[in-house]
T-cell receptor
Framework: GQNIDQPTEMTATEGAIVQINCTYQTSGFNGLFWYQQHAGEAPTFLSYNVLDGLEEKGRFSSFLSRSKGYSYLLLKELQMKDSASYLCAVRRGGSYIPTFGRGTSLIVHP | GAVVSQHPSRVICKSGTSVKIECRSLDFQATTMFWYRQFPKQSLMLMATSNEGSKATYEQGVEKDKFLINHASLTLSTLTVTSAHPEDSSFYIC?????????????FGQGTRLTVV
């Protein structure tokens, strides 16, 4: 099976930086996704990591360490609209189906 | 990017009735579609995997007779919640798998908020 763990809730200040961690245990790892989901909406794709290292995309960056079963999503220059749930999802080898973590609810306040 | 359209976005139905939710890939062919359910403040839970022209594969604990899935074409899959009850009220999301050359990726529909009263 797969175990995916991420914090339930985080708060941060507008303009600041926040790091959302995700740890996982899985057999045959084949990639890790980060999605953003606003309340009542479907998730939207943010990033995909399959190799170790940092991938940067504008204000958002995602890091992966396969040996540690660890990833983080880094959000810079936080904006109020970044208040959402951030889902970490892990894909196993031979499957296109990612398994989702419970999500981290991020609250950005002024 | 690829577009997946899910309809309706919201539906309210009476207990005991059936509701059909459609998931369409608008600009690509999807041989595989996934149906998820999400309760408030919970993760996305995979219900079933739908393959065009064959029977869906249901996850453990999901009643196939209650959640009927039909994937009749490469662009359309439907989920019918039969004899709905208040505990079926949830957010249902589909995802369609597309093959884009070097990449195979899944894209989400907008989701359907089902409320059974």
């Amino acid at each position: 099976g797969q175990n995916i763990d991420q914090p339930t809730e985080m708060t941060a200040t507008e303009g600041a930086i926040v790091q959302i961690n995700c740890t996982y245990q899985t057999s045959g790892f084949n990639g890790l996704f980060w999605y953003q989901q606003h309340a009542g909406e479907a998730p939207t794709f943010l990033s995909y990591n399959v190799l170790d290292g940092l991938e940067e995309k504008g204000r958002f960056s995602s890091f992966l360490s396969r040996s540690k079963g660890y990833s983080y999503l880094l959000l810079k220059e936080l904006q109020m609209k970044d208040s959402a749930s951030y889902l970490c999802a892990v894909r196993r080898g031979g499957s296109y189906i990612p398994t989702f973590g419970r999500g981290t609810s991020l609250i950005v306040h002024p | 990017g690829a577009v997946v359209s899910q309809h309706p976005s919201r539906v309210i139905c009476k207990s005991g009735t059936s509701v059909k939710i459609e998931c369409r890939s608008l600009d690509f062919q999807a041989t595989t579609m996934f149906w998820y359910r999400q309760f408030p403040k919970q993760s996305l839970m995979l219900m079933a995997t739908s393959n065009e022209g064959s029977k869906a594969t249901y996850e453990q604990g999901v009643e196939k007779d209650k959640f009927l899935i039909n994937h009749a074409s490469l662009t359309l899959s439907t989920l019918t919640v039969t004899s709905a009850h208040p505990e079926d009220s949830s957010f249902y999301i589909c995802s369609a798998l597309g093959d884009f050359g070097m990449n195979t990726e899944a894209f989400f529909g907008q989701g359907t908020r089902l409320t059974v009263v």
